[in-house]
């Protein structure tokens, strides 16, 4: 198994950029569909971006599409969110995740991932 590690959170203003990273530790996270969810407070954990262990494939929710970037470096284990153009509404908790497997209309919701982090808080003033 392997056991994901976020950091990078923090604050930052509307309209400014920030970059999350998920290290992860344990079994190569090589053969892994690696995620980034997020939380807000009272709300459902919902998908933003997920790739392949080849980084070939990326999927993006529609509200970060154009906005936030998924990438990995599989020779460091980690995965990074690089989110520009930030607005209020992306305050959150966000969280990596890791699941085996392919991906598939199922991996959309955080049901399907096997592992996660303990997440890292971003907020973005308005």
């Known amino acids: 198994q392997v056991q994901p590690v976020e950091s990078g959170g923090g604050l930052v203003q509307a309209g400014g950029s920030l970059s999350v990273s998920c290290t992860t530790s344990g079994r190569t996270s090589s053969n892994y569909w690696m995620a980034w969810f997020r939380q807000a407070p009272g709300k459902e954990r919902e998908f933003v971006a997920a790739?392949?262990?080849?980084?070939?494939?990326?999927y993006y929710s529609d509200s970060v599409k154009g906005r936030f970037t998924i990438s990995r470096d599989n020779a460091k284990n980690t995965v990074y969110l690089q989110m520009n153009s930030l607005k209020p509404e992306d305050t959150a908790v966000y969280y990596c995740?890791?699941?085996?497997?392919?991906?598939?209309?199922?991996?959309?919701?955080?049901?399907?991932?096997?592992?996660w982090g303990q997440g890292t808080q971003v907020t973005v003033s308005s």
């Open positions: 995740a890791a699941k085996t497997g392919g991906f598939y209309s199922r991996s959309y919701y955080y049901t399907d991932y096997d592992y």
């Open positions: 790739i392949s262990w080849s980084g070939g494939r990326t």
